[in-house]
Nanobody, 125 residues
Framework: QVQLVESGGGLVQAGGSLRLSCAAS????????MAWFRQAPGKEREFVAG????????NLADSVKGRFTISRDNAKNTVYLQMNSLKPEDTAVYYC??????????????????WGQGTQVTVSS
């Protein structure tokens, strides 16, 4: 059983930055694709960014390219989402997710087996 615990959310003004962290249990963390999704009020959950296992290739949604960066520290079993130049439309609950089976980053949430509880990010204008 894998557990994912997010942290780092909060309230920030537009143009500001936040870094989200997701700590995972389990000894084979480096083998798994990790991703961040978000869900704004009244909207469906959407893919934000993903990162491959030890190879580290990344995939980002067009809406966050150039502003967000995903990275991982396999020694700490942790994946990060660095969010810069935040906009009010980035306001959402952010979730990290883990895919045990695939090597490449998938965008559909159905590809992910484990999810964190979510952390709220609120960007004020």
């Amino acid at each position: 059983q894998v557990q994912l615990v997010e942290s780092g959310g909060g309230l920030v003004q537009a143009g500001g930055s936040l870094r989200l962290s997701c700590a995972a249990s389990g000894r084979t963390f480096s083998s798994y694709v990790m991703a961040w999704f978000r869900q704004a009020p009244g909207k469906e959950r959407e893919f934000v960014a993903g990162i491959r296992g030890s190879g580290g290739g990344t995939n980002l949604a067009d809406s966050v390219k150039g502003r967000f960066t995903i990275s991982r520290d396999n020694a700490k079993n942790t994946v990060y989402l660095q969010m810069n130049s935040l906009k009010p439309e980035d306001t959402a609950v952010y979730y990290c997710a883990l895919d045990r089976y695939r090597l490449g980053v998938q965008r559909p949430e159905s590809a992910y087996d484990y999810w964190g509880q979510g952390t709220q990010v609120t960007v004020s204008s």
